[in-house]
Each structure stands twice: as C-alpha cells, then as structure tokens.
C-alpha cells in the first residue's frame, strides 16, 4: 500500500513568515499536531504543538497573559520551526513510512512529489486507519489467532475450515514476530458466522492448529487460550 493513496490531501500549512500565535490559532482551530511551513510555495520546514510549546516554555512563568500573547505575536514561525524535514514521497509503502516515524519518533511527515512540491501529509493517525482497514474491523465479526507450522497450504487449512461453515473472510495476516522458530502468528477476521455453529467450528480449527485466541466482536466476548 502506497501513502498516496493514504494520505491527507488538503493540507493545512502556515508561511515561514507568519506568526507563532497565527500556528497556534490554526492548531487549535484544526485541533492537529503539526504544520508543514511554506515559503514562496515550496516547504521549508514543519512547526509541531512541542516546538511551540518548547519556544515559549522558557518565558512562560515570569509573564503575565498578555505579555505571553505578545511575545507569540512577535515571534515568526521560521524562528522556531523545524529545517530541512524529513519528507516521503508519495510512492513510499505504508509500511516504510511508519517505520520512518518510529525510527525518528515524530507524529507525521509531508509527502512531496518527484518536483518537492507538497502534496499531502500522513500521520500517526492516518496509520491508524490503515492498521484498522487492514484487519476488517468495520466488519467486526470473530477473530481467530493462531500459532500454524511455517509451511505451505497450512493457512489454506484454516480457511477451508471456516468456508464450509459458510464464513466470510474479511482479512488474514501473519508475523513470525513472538513465534517460535518454524512457526508463525496468523490472525483470521470472518464474519457471517452462525453463532449456533460456533463451538463445533472452533473445535475444528483447534484440531488443525494451536488457537491463541478468539474474540467475537458483536457479542463482545473474547478467550484467550495462551
């Protein structure tokens, strides 16, 4: 998956040369985190709430309300903001990028084209969605984990399994992260489920493979087995 296709396209920025109380404004009425810095078109920089906070924590204390506004009316963005950022382009994987973000722990990035124009921006929280989207939450359903034998057709198994009880699969993925070696995580969402049907199907995939766990979204119970 590919951060243009993930990513925020209307972009909120602010000019190198605008004040920091004009940054502060925009936070506060987008409610986001973080800024991309124009200049002349071009990005130039990114200003975060923790620079903000950062450039007027050291005067906080020893001024009076009004002083403090003052001081953040006075103040350019380019002063405190952060140069030469770190970008991705839009063809990076989903993937690489929140690997860059836990790497360089920072909340976002701005996503720029093949000419270093801004085009977007992706965040934590945009990776949140995709994280979402690729379990097939919106679907709720029953999800079932399982620690499978690392060799081919074994999650085929577990499949055929549940499409003869007529289940739907909405997602499948696996990690050989915390598995032993040999083996792998597998983690299978399936909805369409006849609850009356449930035990005999979890009695056969437990026949074929060791269950980790199983929650049942729209009952909201859930048993965790190792």
């Known amino acids: 998956m590919l951060v243009k296709n993930w990513m925020t396209r209307d972009v909120i920025t602010v000019d190198a040369e605008d004040?920091?109380?004009?940054a502060v404004n925009i936070m506060k009425e987008h409610k986001i985190r973080m800024l991309p810095v124009m200049f002349k078109g071009r990005p130039v920089g990114v200003v975060s709430d923790t620079d903000l906070k950062r450039a007027s924590a050291s005067d906080a204390t020893s001024l009076d309300v009004h002083?403090?506004?003052?001081?953040?009316?006075r103040i350019k963005v380019k002063e405190i903001m952060t140069k030469d950022p770190i970008f991705v382009v839009q063809d990076y994987t989903i993937e690489e990028t929140a690997a860059l973000l836990r790497d360089k722990k920072i909340s976002g990035v701005p996503v720029v084209d093949e000419k270093g124009g801004l085009v977007?921006?992706?965040?934590?929280?945009?990776?949140?969605k995709v994280l979402t989207s690729l379990t097939g939450l919106s679907k709720r359903g029953i999800q079932f984990a399982f620690r499978i034998a690392d060799r081919s057709?074994?999650?085929?198994?577990?499949?055929?399994i549940v499409r003869n009880y007529n289940g739907r699969i909405a997602a499948i993925l696996s990690s050989y992260e915390r598995a032993p070696e040999g083996f792998r995580n597998v983690y299978i969402r399936v909805y369409d489920i006849d609850r009356e049907k449930l035990a005999p199907l979890q009695a056969e995939?437990?026949?074929?493979?060791?269950?980790?766990?199983?929650?049942?979204?729209?009952?909201?119970?859930?048993?965790?087995?190792e």
Do not use: C, H, P, Q
Request: glycine share 4%.
């Open 205 to 225: 995939l437990k026949a074929k493979a060791a269950m980790l766990y199983m929650v049942d979204y729209r009952e909201n119970t859930r048993v965790v087995y």
């Open 120 to 128: 977007g921006i992706i965040t934590r929280d945009d990776l949140f």
């Open 67 to 73: 002083e403090l506004i003052y001081l953040v009316s």
């Open 153 to 160: 057709g074994s999650i085929k198994e577990l499949t055929d």
């Open 19 to 22: 004040s920091m109380l004009n």
